[in-house]
C-alpha cells in the first residue's frame, strides 16, 4: 500500500521533471519551426501553437501547487476537513 | 488499507493526473488525439481533488438523509431475523408433514405435491440471507467503499472512472436506502400468520383411513353421512360415505384425529345412531389394510347397533331402541320383519321405520299395545318419512315388518356439506400449500428482488450524474 503511494509520489516528481523539460523542448522546437526558411504557412501556423501550448502549460505547471492549495483554502473556509497533500 | 492511506492515495493520483496533463499539454505533437486530453485530465484532477476533500461532508450528508427518512439498522435486522425464523420454522413443519404423507403415498408423488412450497421456501431463504449479509456489509463498509470509489475515480485518463462513481454512488444510496427495504416489502403485501401449528404435523395428530359403515347384522349402510364429537361435544368434522357404506376420511384432504378418542354418530335418514366402537379409539380401532391404497392404508369398521335393517340399495332403514327387546329378525333384501317380545319391554320403546318419500312402501304390525306416528323430514336434500311405532308393555308377541321398493334418491342426491377435521384452524391440506407458496414467493421473495433491484438502478443514475459515463451493461437486449 505504501509502495504503491511511493511510486505514485515517484512517478509524479519523473512526471513534473520531464515537464520542465518538455517544456524546453517545445518552446525551442517551436521557434525553430516559426523561423524556418520554409515557404510553407502551415509549418509557421505550427510552431506558432506549439509556442503557446507551452507557453500556457508551463504556466499551469507552475501554478500546480497554487491551484491545489486554493482548492483547499476554499475548503477550510467552508469549513471541511482536508486531508494533507503531500 | 486505512481511510487515510486511501485517502492520501487519492490524492496523489490526482495531482500525478494534473501533471499528466500538463506534460501533454505542451508535447511537441501538433496533431494527436492524445493532446486533446490534456485539458480534460487537468479538470478531471481538480473535480476529484474536490471529490477527496468533502468526503466527510458526504458522509454527514448520508447520516443526514439517514435520520430524515428515519432510517434504523437494528429495525432493518429484526424484520430481517423474524421472516428467515418464520421461514426456518415452516421448513421444519413441511418435512414432518413429508414425512408424516410418505406413509400414505410413494416418496415421488407426495414431493410432488410439496414441492413448490419447499422450493419457494428455500429461494425466499436465500434471498432473505444475501440481503442481510448486504445490509451488514454496507452498515460497516460504507465509508471505505466510498473511498476507494473516490480512489478509482482519481485514477488519470478515465480508466476507472465509471466504476469509481458507482461505488460513489453506492455508498451513498444504499445506507439510505437498504433499510427502507421492509417499508416496501410491507407496502404490498398482507400480514402474514406466524403461528404455523408445528405440533400439528409431527406424526402423531392427524391421520387418514376408510371407516366402513355397518348395520347391527354386519351389512353395508347405504350412503352413511358420519360425524364425530370429542369428549366436550364439539363436532370435529362430518363427512359421506358411499354406496358400499365406505367414508374415505383420506389423504390430502380429509382427515381425522389419532391423538385422541372421540365418539362417531351415524346421521342416517334424520335419525341419530351411536357407532361402535364407543368412543373411539384410533390406536385400537384402527387396523392396517391395504385394501384401499392409495386413498388410506388403514380402515375402522363402525357398527351402529341399533340398526337392525337397511336397504343395500336406497335410503330406508328400521332402528330400534332397545335391541334385547327383539326375539328374532327376518332379513330379506327388500324389507325386514321383527318378531318382538313384549314382556320384554320395560315402560316404552319404540322402532323406527325411515324411508326416502319416493318409496313405494309396504309396513304393517300386529295389532296390541302400538301407537304410530309419522313424521316427515328433510334431509340432506331427501325427504324422509319415518314412521314412529311406540311399543308398550304387553305379554303378547308382537311383529313389525316393513318392505320397500321402487325407491328414487341415490347417494349422489345427497347434498351434504362436508366438515372437515382442523378445517377451521386455516390449514388444509394441499390446496392451501400452493396458495402459501405463491404468496410467500410473491412477498418475501419477489418483492425484495424488485427493491435490490430499484436500488442498483438509482445507484445507476447517481454514478452517471457523478462521473458522466454511461455504463454500458454488458446484456444484450434482444
Redesign the interface.
Known sequence: ??T??EF??N??TQ??A??WG??L??WS??WILRGAPLPFMRIKR?GQ??IE??L???F??AM?ST??SI??YV?QVMG??????? | ??E??L???A???S??G???G??L????L?FSGL?RW?PTL?KDS?FS??M??????IVELIGYFQSMLGVSWSDFRNWLLIRTGVLMTLKTTLSGVLLLSSKFLSGVVASAFFEPIIKAVNYSLTVLYTILGIGVLVKNYFIKILIIGIVLFSIPFRFARGAGSYLIAFAIVFPVGLPLLPGFVEAFSQPFETDFDVQLYQANVIDFAVFQVKNLFNKNVYGPVIKAYDTKGELLFLYKGDEHGNVFASFPDRPIPSNITYTIVLDYLGLMFYLEPYPFDPDRDLTVTQEFFPHASKKGVLNARHLIWNHPNAFALIGVTNTSIISEVLYLANGSRLIIDGSKIITNEKVYVSFEKGCKNNIGMSSGNITVRTLDDHWYGIDTRTIVFDLYPSNKTLFIEAYFSGCEYSTSSLQVEEIRYLENKGFTFFRDFTREASSILISWLILPTIYLFILLSITLGVSYVIGGIRERIPIRVF
Do not use: R
Request: charged share 5%.
Open positions: 500500500m505504501s504503491l503511494l505514485v509520489n512517478l509524479t512526471v513534473a520531464l515537464a518538455m517544456f523542448l517545445t522546437i517551436g505550427v501553437s506549439l501550448d507551452a500556457w502549460a508551463a499551469w505547471l500546480g491551484v491545489f482548492v483547499t475548503a471541511v476537513d482536508a486531508p494533507s497533500v503531500p | 488499507m486505512d487515510t492511506q485517502v492520501i492515495l490524492t496523489a493520483l495531482i500525478l494534473y501533471n499528466i500538463v506534460l499539454m505542451m508535447a511537441p501538433p493532446k490534456a487537468m481538480i481533488l474536490i477527496i476533500i468533502s468526503v466527510y461532508s
